[in-house]
Each structure stands twice: as C-alpha cells, then as structure tokens.
C-alpha cells in the first residue's frame, strides 16, 4: 500500500527554483575553492566568509547584522543542541523548556544529566509567570524555546510576550536558547527574543525548514564572541557538530547571490497553496496552524485518543504524529495529533491524505459520541 507521510515538517520540495541555484551555488562554491582547499581541513567554527553569510542570514530576523565573531556555522541544530545544553547546563541542573518540547532536548536530557523543567503554555507559548515560577522552584541555568511557531502547537509568541519572557530571563539571569527554525515563511513576525536581549541570548537559525534539510547546516549566534569560542571552539574538542566543508559553503554561496532568499520565496509561495487546500478541510476539527507553518496541530474531543485515531489513519495509509514524544517524563500526553503538510509530494497527494485525515477523525469522533 502507498504510505503518504504527514509526520514530519519538511519543507515541501521547490525543483523548479532549488535545482538551478543549489547547482550554480555548488559550481560557485568549486571555483572559489580548490578542493584541497574547501574540504582538506575542518572549517571549525566556518570560515571568514560562512561567518560573514551566516552573519547576513540571521540578520534578516534579528533586525542588525551581528558582528561576525559571534556567529558559529553547525552542523544543523541538534549539533548546535549538544555544545549548547551539554555546556551551559550541567548534570543535574534544570533547563526550562515548553510543556511540549521538541523531542531530541528529552533525549539529551537524558545523555548529558539535565532535568527538563516544563514551563505552562497559552496560545502564544510559555506563560511568563508559568516561568517565572519554574525559576522559584527549579532555578534552571537556560531556557530553550521557540518564539515562532512553536513545535508541535504552532503557537506563536506575540511582541509584548517576547518582552515579558526577557524580563522573567533577566530577573532569573536565564541564558537563553532560542529555536528560530520555522521564523522564514511566515511574514511579518515580531523581531526574535535574542533581538531584545541579546546578552543572555544563544540565537539558533538552521536551514532545514526553509531551504534543505539535507544540507545540515544552522547558524547560531552567541552573546559575544568569547562566548561563542567558550562553547564551540577551542575550549570544546569536539568535531562532530561541525558542518560538512562543502554544505556550508554552498550554503555560504546561497546567501550571498541571493540564491537563499528566492528558495525561501519558493517554498513561502507553495505553502500559501498548501495552507489553502488544508485549511477548509478541517473545519469540522479544532486545528491551529498559522501563515507559513509546516504543519496542523489537531486537538481531539475528549472522547478520542490520538494513539487510536493515528492508527486508523495509519491503516488507511497516512502517518501522521501524535503529542507523546513532546510531553515531559511524568507528564501526561494530550490528546492531539501533529500533521505536517509540506512534505507530500504534490498538492494532490496532500489533499488525498488531509481527507483521510477529516474523514477518520468524523468518523471517530460520532462512534464516541
Ligand atoms: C524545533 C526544531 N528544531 C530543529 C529541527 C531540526 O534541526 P536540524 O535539522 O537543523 O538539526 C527541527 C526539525 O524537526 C525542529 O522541529
């Protein structure tokens, strides 16, 4: 049986725009470079030029482009994840995170000896009191969240939020991790949290939902320099986290012609369709999504567990998620189920999978009524 996957949020392919500029980005990364040159030698934190681009990239969100020696090229966020959590949160201290959180922190957690401390959400995201209280009782080192399209809810976090979530890290003295992955599609959003505190901020800007995840790349952008050096290089010998050579300066190519931001375009453009098909199907749901998203969070009447309807779903040939791997240990799932809409194929194949979806969700829905 055709299995359509709706579980994941990839960005939708965009061939027609992404082919021809990936290849003269790689042709203008090989003649800029010998070979031995590009990949003879690791590109440590990136070189004076991916910096550069990385600087200009993360630019675009945090409203000025930061001095270069804050900005460490990776290789894609959860490498980011490791030097960061591993380092400013240590064995046995808290990190404050959402209710729901995005899966891989609960796994590294785990590995590094942390305690991953929810703080309530609200349909704009972490509650500042919520925060604030979790700071009372669990003091945590950092707080890692995302202001933007919150994954799995999409909640999104308005400016006065944004501003509310500094002062709580301030008075608290929280380093702050901030997520902003799913930031490029949506259009006119408020500037990023690390924008309004940017000395207690570790701004994360990966690639994959916008451009490609295969290229495993993300920017992050440190308080300081020495700050970057501190967690990246050299106090840390580690090479893992760092970005293949040839990825970061296609990447780097990317940026600079203009390449990055016609993809980005491409795949804004496909969504706005995506969203249009999507959204009057699931009417008869209680869905959240917002302009850009990659994906439909779908919060179920009381009466339908996820795990059940997922594997109606599922029989009937979709993958869709559920909220398990985002609930905190202890904590009990809600029941809601996470649908991605950017990695069909085709709209059509999209919009097949999205009537599986509305028609086994009614169905369940009248059988418990
Ligand atoms: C919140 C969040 N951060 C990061 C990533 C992936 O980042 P990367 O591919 O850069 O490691 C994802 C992908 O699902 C995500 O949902």
């Not at 994954?151 to 999104?156: D, F, Y």
């Not at 301030?170 to 949506?186: A, M, V």
């Not at 999978?353 to 086994?360: D, F």
Request: proline letters at 7%.
């Amino acid at each position: 049986m055709k299995i359509i996957e709706m579980s994941r949020t990839h960005p939708p392919l965009v061939p027609a725009v992404f082919d021809p500029e990936y290849r003269t980005a790689m042709e203008g990364a090989l003649s800029r470079y010998t070979p031995s040159e590009m990949v003879g030698a690791h590109r440590w934190m990136g070189t004076e030029e991916d910096r550069r681009a990385g600087a200009v990239f993360t630019g675009c969100r945090l409203g000025a482009i930061p001095d270069v020696g804050r900005v460490v090229v990776t290789n894609g966020t959860q490498s980011a994840f490791n030097m960061l959590l591993g380092g400013l949160v240590r064995a046995g201290n808290a990190l404050a995170v959402e209710s729901l959180t995005y899966p891989p922190i609960l796994v590294l957690a785990k590995r590094f000896g942390f305690v991953p401390k929810g703080a309530r959400m609200d349909d704009e995201g972490i509650i500042p009191e919520a925060l604030e209280d979790l700071c009372r009782s669990d003091r945590p080192k950092a707080l890692y969240l995302l202001s933007t399209l919150q994954n799995p809810t999409t909640a999104t976090m308005s400016l006065a939020r944004r501003q509310q979530i500094v002062e709580v890290a301030r008075k608290y003295d929280l380093q702050i991790i901030e997520d902003d992955i799913y930031s490029l599609l949506p259009e006119a959003l408020p500037p990023p949290i690390a924008a309004l505190a940017p000395e207690r901020s570790w701004y994360m800007l990966g690639v994959a939902k916008t451009i490609a995840a295969g290229m495993k790349i993300a920017y992050v952008v440190a308080p300081t320099a020495a700050r970057a050096e501190e967690q990246f290089w050299p106090g840390v010998r580690a090479t893992f986290w760092m970005s293949a050579p040839i990825s970061a300066a296609v990447s780097t190519q990317l940026i600079e012609t203009g390449g990055a931001e016609r993809i980005i375009c491409a795949v804004r453009q496909e969504m706005v369709a995506r969203h249009n098909i999507v959204r009057p199907l699931l009417t008869e749901t209680d869905f959240e999504t917002k302009d850009g998203a990659l994906h439909v969070w779908i919060r179920l009447p009381h009466t339908v567990t996820a795990a059940a309807l997922a594997s109606l779903i599922r029989e009937r040939g979709v993958t869709i998620g559920t909220a398990d791997p985002y609930v905190l240990p202890g904590e009990a799932a809600p029941q809601a189920i996470r649908v991605g809409i950017g990695h069909a194929k085709s709209r059509t194949e999209l919009e097949e999978a999205i009537r599986i979806i509305a028609v086994s969700h009614a169905e369940f829905r009248k059988a418990r009524q």
